[in-house]
């Protein structure tokens, strides 16, 4: 259960109080990251997927009806944002793999692109 002080937050945050949202980003922004690494593994990446993650809960704020807690909520935006980052990793692992397996060089890929 959301605390006044959470719900008033939230609400101010809504509204476009950026104060309240940057308060918001101070509180769960551990969270987010603890998340984030324990999907991607990798701090920097997990850094860029917590901020991805609040620049989307930014976005989306004025939809959050509080249905759910919004810990919930926003552990749900992180995890969607760390499994894209997994699945473009993955693609991006095969791709190269699969330039390498077809005996196309890196370098030849690297100077091709420029």
């Given at each position: 259960?959301p605390s006044d002080d959470e719900?008033?937050?939230?609400?101010?945050?809504?509204?476009?109080?950026?104060?309240?949202?940057?308060?918001?980003?101070?509180?769960?922004?551990?969270?987010?990251?603890?998340?984030?690494?324990?999907?991607?593994?990798?701090?920097?990446?997990?850094?860029?997927?917590?901020?991805?993650?609040?620049?989307?809960?930014?976005?989306?704020?004025?939809?959050?009806?509080?249905?759910?807690?919004?810990?919930?909520?926003?552990?749900?935006?992180?995890?969607n944002v760390s499994l894209n980052?997994?699945?473009?990793?993955?693609?991006?692992?095969?791709?190269?793999?699969?330039?390498?397996?077809?005996?196309?060089?890196?370098?030849?890929?690297?100077?091709?692109?420029?």
């Amino acid at each position: 259960m959301p605390s006044d002080d959470e719900r008033r937050l939230i609400f101010d945050a809504q509204e476009g109080s950026r104060g309240a949202f940057r308060l918001i980003v101070e509180r769960y922004m551990k969270q987010a990251y603890d998340i984030a690494y324990g999907v991607v593994g990798d701090h920097d990446e997990a850094e860029d997927v917590a901020q991805e993650s609040f620049v989307r809960v930014y976005r989306s704020l004025r939809s959050f009806r509080g249905d759910a807690g919004f810990g919930t909520w926003l552990y749900r935006i992180v995890m969607n944002v760390s499994l894209n980052r997994l699945r473009k990793r993955k693609t991006k692992e095969q791709r190269d793999l699969g330039c390498i397996s077809s005996g196309r060089s890196i370098s030849f890929r690297l100077s091709s692109a420029r």
